[in-house]
């Protein structure tokens, strides 16, 4: 089985989170939403809120679960046993952080890969 977690503030939702969540569910067995808790950040929108406003805006499907975590995502992607990483592209000057990011879930966790959307 296939299983790729989404994670981010999502603070707000936006038509490009969805967009994002409705093709990786077209690609994978399962999709985990992962709305992150930071402790340092402070959202507009609360944990709850924020799982919530997900939950509403996707389409009733049976492969994309929303959840909330804190840690470090290589544990949490290990833990729910998924073994892709799903990150979103807004613009090229997102690619440098992201692709930095990836390289260093990687050292944690080789069996998991990092999907550009």
Do not use: C, W
């Not at 709305?35 to 997900?54: A, D, G, Q, T, Y």
């Not at 613009?91 to 959307?117: C, G, H, P």
């Amino acid at each position: 089985m296939k299983v790729a977690i989404y994670p981010g503030s999502f603070d707000p939702v936006t038509n490009g989170h969805v967009d994002v969540i409705e093709r990786a569910a077209k690609l994978f067995d399962k999709v985990i939403v992962a709305v992150i808790r930071n402790p340092e950040k402070k959202p507009r929108f609360s944990l709850e809120e924020r799982v919530e406003m997900l939950q509403r805006s996707l389409v009733n499907d049976p492969s994309v679960d929303v959840e909330s975590f804190d840690g470090l995502l290589v544990d949490y992607a290990k833990k729910k046993k998924a073994n892709i990483i799903v990150r979103g592209l807004r613009a090229v000057s997102d690619f440098d952080y992201e692709f930095q990011m990836a390289l260093t879930n990687r050292k944690m966790a080789q069996e998991i890969e990092t999907l550009f959307f």
